[in-house]
């Protein structure tokens, strides 16, 4: 019923940009907070971006600077500008959101299939 749906991975080479989309989609009423996730191999998943329904975001230590986050509350999307790409980058990255269903009390959490980043050096 509902679904996130991340795009924008890829190869890159170090130093260099890509820009990461995951558009929500369902029977939605609101949006929350949104993330995004990175899960490199062998390490755990870890949280490399949020933005709260007002707009206020975090990064994570090693993003910050070099990453934004920003959403599109009309195409209930989150982007993940990503600069000044480091090898060290590289993983899978996951969107999620907690957002309130049609219908159904409560704020629910959904999460996107993820899309690979991959930076050489």
């Known amino acids: 019923q509902v679904q996130l749906v991340e795009s924008g991975g890829g190869l890159v080479q170090a130093g260099g940009s890509l820009r990461l989309s995951c558009a929500a989609s369902g029977s939605i009423s609101s949006i929350n907070a949104m993330r995004w996730y990175c899960q490199a191999p062998g390490k755990q998943r870890e949280l490399v971006a949020s933005i709260t329904s007002t707009g206020t975001t975090n990064y994570a230590d090693s993003v910050k600077g070099r990453f934004t986050i920003s959403r599109d509350n009309a195409k209930n999307t989150v982007y993940l500008q990503m600069n000044s790409l480091k090898p060290e980058d590289t993983a899978v990255y996951y969107c999620?959101?907690?957002?309130?269903?049609?219908?159904?009390?409560?704020?629910?959490?959904?999460w996107g299939q993820g899309t690979l980043v991959t930076v050489s050096s």
């Open positions: 999620n959101a907690d957002l309130w269903r049609i219908g159904v009390l409560g704020s629910w959490r959904y």
